[in-house]
Each structure stands twice: as structure tokens, then as C-alpha cells.
């Protein structure tokens, strides 16, 4: 797939505590953590349907050029995400490959491959789209699609940047609260 779609970003992992999560990650020396207690998704699709939007909490800290991000789903909406903690509790849930400039064609892609597009959305009018495939034969394998432009891309690079730097210190950053 690195051929196709590039090397894999992010490893993202569906908890049921994304506080207790990150305080884990932090004593594994993985931080600092950007952690938005409510995404504030724009809209959302569940298997090609419009859908309720999930009330989603998102954490995200780099170990090397590898994101991972935490994500803990706020209640019972249609999703992946919970889908996954029912059916296999917390853990890696997908692998997520970034593009700039080829959201559509990969997506396509897919598609034409056999993958279902098993939810996707945008999370504020300024990031790109994103998108889950599964596919049938390996439901165990499931990819996210990310349009990396914009401020999405931005946001990426000032994770990663702190990470490099990261002392220790402030472990837990929380983006969008209330001063």
C-alpha cells in the first residue's frame, strides 16, 4: 500500500478512558498530548448514510514520525469507532495514510477494490475530508483516508514538532478549552 498511498502516518487506538489512556502513553514517554475533549465534527456518514455526528474526544501525540492518536467516543452513535469497542474492545483500531492532493483518487481506489466506505466526515469547515474502508475478506484491516491540506496539515506538523522537543513537561495539552 506505501506504494499507493504513502507510508502509514498514525495508529489510532479507541479507548473508554482517553485521560487514563494518555496519563499511560505519557509514562511511556510518548507526549506531549493534544487532546480535544469535543471534536466538534461538521458531518459524518455511517456506510454512506448521513448520520448523527458522534461526540468524539481526540488525542493525538507523535512517537517519532508516527502519530497515534486516542479516540474515545462520548456516546451511542453509529460509528466505527464504537463498532470496534464492541466488537473487540480497546485497542489499535486503523491505520491512517495522509495525502494532500489525492483524497478522491484513493478513496476511488479503494473502492474499486473492494473496500466499503465504513464511516467518514469532516471535523470543522477548515479541515479536509476523511474517510474508513474495511473490507469484507479482512475485516481485521482498516484504513483511514485523510485529506492532509490545509489546516489539518498545519495542525499535524505542530504535533509532531513538539514531540521532538518534548521534555516532559505539560504532557497534556488541551486544545479548543475554555480560558
Known sequence: MSSIFGGVRQIGYVVKDIEKAMQHWVKL??????????????????????????????????????????????DDAPSLYLDSLKKNGEGAQHVAYWTPDRFDQICKHLLEQGYVEGHSGRMGANRGPYAYFVHPDLPSAMF?????????AEYFKEVRRAAQDWDGKDPIRRVGAPK
Open 29 to 74: 514517554g510518548v507526549g506531549p498530548w493534544f487532546y480535544k475533549e469535543d471534536v466538534g465534527s461538521t458531518e459524518f456518514r455511517y456506510y454512506g448514510k448521513d448520520s448523527r455526528i458522534p461526540k468524539l474526544s481526540i488525542a493525538l501525540a507523535n512517537s517519532g514520525d508516527l502519530q497515534i492518536e486516542l479516540i474515545e467516543q462520548r
Open 144 to 152: 483511514e483516508i485523510s485529506d492532509s491540506s490545509g489546516g489539518k
